[in-house]
């Protein structure tokens, strides 16, 4: 059985025996003995951990962890202590000052997101060093697809905040008639973000959803 936030452990404990996970499981095993996988063993699951369902106002989809040393740490744009932020984070940065005025941070560790409610959950939970999108098709996207669908069915009022056309295809996973809110822009990255993400306003629209709802606002300070 796999090591987990109880809550969710609960929520997915079927997925855990099944041919998909079991065969990810070999593949990682064996992907463990010939590259470095990040990000390391312990945080592979950082962002359930971080953030247990019955916590989860928000959820942010990204495509695969980080792939270069260090930068890895289990949440989806998050970078750990001490690490430069990617061009694609300090373009969220950039964003999150305009929209609710908050200075650009010292770290590029979005932890205190977790820990407020915020899911940020990479499609692919691992990726081997210096190949993007490598453990895409290993089954990651099955079990993330599965917590996605799952979460939105039993949760109310959440946000989903979709960043490109990767995360925004993620929506047809969403339930309907849970009055959730999908939030689209496209992804932050430095090709894309001036056609539209900048501008998109989506932290300031996720709160002002959650106050509507009597649901506490998140304080978007990493």
Not at 136 to 153: A, H, V, Y
Not at 167 to 189: C, D, F, Q, T, Y
């Amino acid at each position: 059985m796999v090591k987990l936030d109880p809550t969710w452990l609960e929520m997915l404990k079927d997925q855990f025996e099944q041919p998909y996970f079991l065969h990810l499981k070999e593949v990682l095993t064996e992907e463990k003995k010939k590259y470095t996988v990040y990000p390391p063993g312990p945080q592979i699951f950082a962002a359930l951990d971080e953030c247990p369902v019955d916590k989860v106002k928000a959820v942010i989809i990204g495509q695969d962890p980080y792939h270069n040393p260090g930068q890895a740490n289990g949440l989806c744009f998050s970078v750990a202590d001490g690490v430069q932020p990617p061009p694609s984070l300090v373009n969220i940065f950039k964003e999150l000052h305009d929209d609710v005025g908050i200075p650009f941070p010292q770290s590029g560790n979005l932890e205190n997101w977790a820990h407020q409610g915020v899911l940020l959950l990479n499609a692919s939970l691992t990726v081997r060093a210096h190949q993007a999108a490598s453990h895409s098709q290993i089954g990651w996207q099955q079990f993330t697809d599965t917590i996605i669908q799952r979460l939105s069915e039993r949760k109310e009022n959440l946000v989903f905040l979709l960043w490109g056309s990767f995360a925004i295809r993620k929506k047809m996973l969403v339930a309907k008639n849970r009055g959730h809110l999908i939030l689209e822009a496209p992804h932050p990255s430095p090709l894309s973000a001036y056609r539209g993400f900048f501008g998109c306003k989506h932290f300031s629209l996720a709160n002002a959803f959650l106050k509507s709802k009597g649901i506490a606002e998140i304080d978007w300070t990493p």
